[in-house]
């Protein structure tokens, strides 16, 4: 549940920067083929997260919606990110910052949860 719930986190990232970048962010000199990797890179992750590479969809779609989160925080000081300030929290930027952050911790509990032990098996029969 945790993976597809990542999965359906990183889409909705994905889809919020490619309809920015189709909205105005494509005329902004760098930030624009950022959105747009961004919005490729999120719909890639997703693909592998349904397959049996989940494990590096899970790893991508990590760092993907990380990096968007930081940069999104470096847009909005005051010397931006590549000349670009972002000037508030607009309803994408809070849709976006919302799933990309949902991604992490969804993900990233997936990937532990891959990660732990299975817990020991008791044979009940055996006695």
């Not at 909005?76 to 910052?97: N, W």
């Amino acid at each position: 549940m945790l993976r597809y719930l990542g999965a359906l986190a990183t889409i909705v990232v994905g889809a919020v920067h490619l309809q920015q970048y189709a909205d105005f962010i494509s005329d902004v000199p760098t930030i624009g083929v950022l959105f747009l990797l961004n919005g490729l890179g999120a719909g890639a992750a997703t693909i592998l997260l349904a397959t049996r590479h989940r494990t590096l969809g899970a790893l991508g779609a990590v760092a993907l919606s990380a990096g968007a989160l930081v940069a999104v925080l470096v847009s909005m000081t005051d010397k931006g990110l590549f000349d670009y300030i972002e000037p508030t929290f607009r309803t994408a930027v809070v849709v976006s910052v919302v799933a990309e952050a949902a991604a992490v911790v969804l993900l990233l509990a997936y990937l532990a949860m891959r990660r732990a032990p299975e817990p020991p098996r008791v044979d009940w029969t055996a006695t």
